[in-house]
């Protein structure tokens, strides 16, 4: 820091913010440097590293698969079922902690300055917090989840609630109502408050010591509170690698898997043959797609290509809501907001409750899944939140997405189940998640329920797949950045090597086996990383208390 | 002949700027042109500035010096914000140019932080429908 930028109590065009005092300029550790004709300007020692841990834990898959796949297979159940009460206590923290800032009064502290305006318009902000990091779920988990609680055989019923099919498979129609209510609870409790709380405290963490600390735009920033000077050293350094390392193995396995999926989806819509070949065609082409939207920019690319997904999506949403009958599912959205609301308690209780299957193999599994996936997310969501006040900020990145993901398990959920209760022997949602357990199939199972299947199943793929588009490319811009020690300006070979490179990575996994091995051990990265977020709490609140105490000597009335 | 000049600057290279300056300065006086030092930030913190308003005044800082070092007259700076200045900065100088209604751009061709796939002055000029004058960093 240059003693020329101490702006306390002078009030600037932007507003006050209360800037961090430190030697450390951005890019003072990097190389710039040109190999041929493409230039380069990457953080010393992080972007190395990174990139060969990368590489040596690919090749430790493809050589040892087995020992990989038994090592991180027995890893992932392992740890979500030891500390599964961690992660729910935790989970509970974070959404406690957002809700507690939105009525706090530093709630009015704004990300960027008192006086800043917002980088993004709300349709623009809201597509991009989709597209990152919740999209591809949506479209995967929001048939196959309700469907599997409603009817599962396997004893994974959320708090032992009552089953509506019985030995035989005959339908008990005084359980309907009961295990529809506490699907949808169920579902909703891992696609609201909690996951979108993860979000917000990795994402206000970032944007808060970004715009308003002024240090660059990396996860070790929110660390300074903590550690001080040391974040620019090798404490940093190995946040920042652990960083890139769970994001491009998270992007990559999740590519690999995809692509299996949509392949499964082509099979089963259009009679496409499953095979590596046309799984390496659909990594490549999604790659591809993510590669112009790289070049296009984050305003040209992929800002455009997340308002065409959720244009897509919200089309999905009416169609499946109109033709599953639009009374109903509003009356079950209704009511999945209650359930929600009467169960969300229940459900996220850490201890002393006996049903396992669900709570260990469901939801110690998402939450650290998400929490896994929240570096590369909420420093995503924090690089397109500038000018937002903190209660603003959580309120929508916390409580709006929750509404819609709610909105969203009501009607594929509820669609689903109900095409379970009106046909439970013919329907393809039962055939497919509860008889086979074939969750790839889930979703195009139930289109096949409402009119015009061909179309909309059609567009289920393509949305599946510009999802992944979406998550590639806003994931390679986040680890250029990091790689390039917070600068936003690298140059553009270097995010069209991350984006090349996280292809080639699934691709490698892909034939030669580890896809499965290599989640699993990103989804276990989830552990550690828990108990970072649980820090990054207090850097916020100490950042905040420092940014309002800078409000308040400034604004002489409120 | 010239009536404004903008010169885009980018200060976290201002060494390799000397010969574009000096240029930019000696036509401005040669025409009486007025001269707008154009930059471009980021929302984010930057090796520059840790806000935009910072980098604003920088940039503000470093005309008046122009003005005061190579003697250009009442000379004006323009800060842009870049939401991602590695892939849009071409399209923000001209929109820019379009804006400050500047009849003549000059500036180094080998700014290394603008030279990605191809050279930016030279993608500038290609697009662009005003002089355009590309200072090579040596002769």
Redesign the interface.
């Known amino acids: 820091m240059t003693d020329d930028t101490n702006m306390q109590g002078i009030p600037e065009p932007e507003g006050d913010v209360d800037i961090i005092e430190t030697d450390y300029d951005i890019g003072q550790d990097n190389i710039e440097g040109a190999v041929g004709p493409f230039g380069f300007d990457i953080h010393n020692p992080v972007f190395l590293i990174s990139g060969l841990s990368v590489i040596a834990f690919v090749v430790y898959a493809l050589l040892a698969p087995t020992q990989a796949a038994d090592f991180f297979g027995w890893l992932r159940p392992m740890l979500t079922s030891t500390f599964d009460w961690f992660f729910l206590s935790a989970a509970n923290i974070f959404v406690i902690f957002c809700l507690v800032l939105i009525v706090l009064p530093v709630g009015k502290v704004r990300l960027g300055g008192a006086d800043a305006t917002p980088d993004y318009s709300y349709t623009g902000w809201f597509a991009m917090l989709f597209a990152a990091g919740m999209g591809i779920g949506l479209m995967f988990f929001g048939v196959l989840e309700p469907a599997y609680y409603f009817g599962t055989p396997w004893g994974d019923e959320p708090l032992g609630t009552v089953r509506p099919f019985d030995e035989s498979g005959a339908l008990i129609a005084g359980n309907v109502e009961e295990a529809r209510r506490m699907a949808l609870a169920a579902t909703s409790y891992h696609w609201a408050l909690h996951p979108w709380a993860i979000y917000a405290v990795v994402a206000l963490a970032l944007a808060l010591f970004t715009y308003n600390k002024g240090l660059p735009l990396s996860i070790r920033s929110a660390f300074y509170p903590l550690l001080g000077e040391r974040v620019w050293g090798w404490w940093g350094h190995v946040i920042d690698i652990t960083a890139v390392f769970a994001t491009l193995f998270g992007l990559a396995t999740s590519l690999g898997l995809g692509a299996q999926q949509a392949n499964a989806g082509l099979e089963y819509v259009y009679g496409v043959p499953m095979g590596t070949n046309v799984q390496v065609i659909l990594i490549i082409a999604i790659t591809a797609i993510a590669l112009v939207s790289v070049l296009r920019g984050l305003d040209g690319g992929v800002k455009v290509l997340s308002e065409i997904n959720m244009g897509l999506a919200v089309l999905l949403l009416l169609f499946v809501l109109f033709a599953a009958g639009a009374g109903v599912i509003l009356t079950e959205f209704g009511k999945g907001l209650v359930a929600y609301a009467q169960e969300v308690i229940p459900l996220s209780m850490p201890f002393g409750r006996e049903d396992d299957g669900y709570r260990q193999g469901w939801t110690a599994f998402y939450w650290a899944w998400w929490i896994s996936w929240s570096p590369f997310v909420g420093m995503f969501i924090a690089r397109v939140s500038r000018g937002r006040t903190v209660r603003e900020f959580i309120t929508c990145v916390l409580i709006i997405p929750s509404l819609v993901c709610i909105l969203w398990m009501a009607v594929f959920g509820g669609a689903a189940i109900n095409d379970m209760v009106a046909n439970p022997d013919t329907s393809a949602v039962m055939a497919n998640v509860i008889e086979t357990y074939s969750p790839e199939l889930s979703l195009f199972a139930m289109l096949e329920s409402l009119p015009l299947a061909a179309i909309t199943s059609t567009v289920g793929i393509i949305l599946v797949i510009v999802f992944f588009v979406t998550s590639s490319d806003s994931g390679s811009l986040v680890i250029d950045t990091i790689t390039a020690g917070g600068k936003i300006d690298a140059p553009v070979p270097q995010r069209v090597f991350w984006c090349t490179f996280e292809g080639l990575v699934a691709i490698a996994l892909l034939i030669g086996g580890g896809l499965a091995s290599l989640q699993a051990m990103v989804i276990s990265t989830g552990l550690p990383f828990t108990i970072v977020l649980l820090l990054l709490c207090v850097c916020i609140v100490m950042g905040l208390r420092s940014e309002h105490a800078a409000l308040k000597s400034t604004t002489p009335a409120e | 002949m010239f009536k404004h000049i903008m010169v885009p600057v980018d200060l976290?290279h201002e060494g390799r700027l000397d010969r574009a300056l000096g240029v930019a300065a000696d036509l401005a006086g040669h025409y009486g042109a007025r001269v707008t030092y154009v930059g471009v930030t980021?929302?984010?913190?930057?090796?520059v500035?840790?806000?935009?308003?910072?980098f604003?005044e920088k940039l503000s800082r470093f005309a008046a010096v122009q003005g005061e070092t190579r003697g250009v007259a009442a000379p004006a700076s323009h800060p842009i914000v870049s939401?991602?200045?590695?892939?849009?900065l071409d399209k923000q100088l001209l929109a820019a140019a379009e804006e400050l209604k500047a009849d003549l751009i000059v500036m180094g061709s080998h700014i290394?932080?603008f030279?990605?796939?191809?050279s930016h002055g030279g993608h500038l000029a290609s697009l662009s429908h005003h002089s355009v004058m590309l200072v090579r960093d040596e002769a």
């Not at chain 2, 500035?49 to 910072?54: G, L």
């Not at chain 2, 939401?83 to 849009?88: G, T």
């Not at chain 2, 030279?115 to 191809?118: E, F, I, P, S, V």
């Open positions: 976290a980021v929302p984010q913190p930057s090796s500035a840790h806000t935009p308003q910072e604003a939401h991602d200045p590695a892939v849009d290394p932080r030279l990605d796939l191809g």
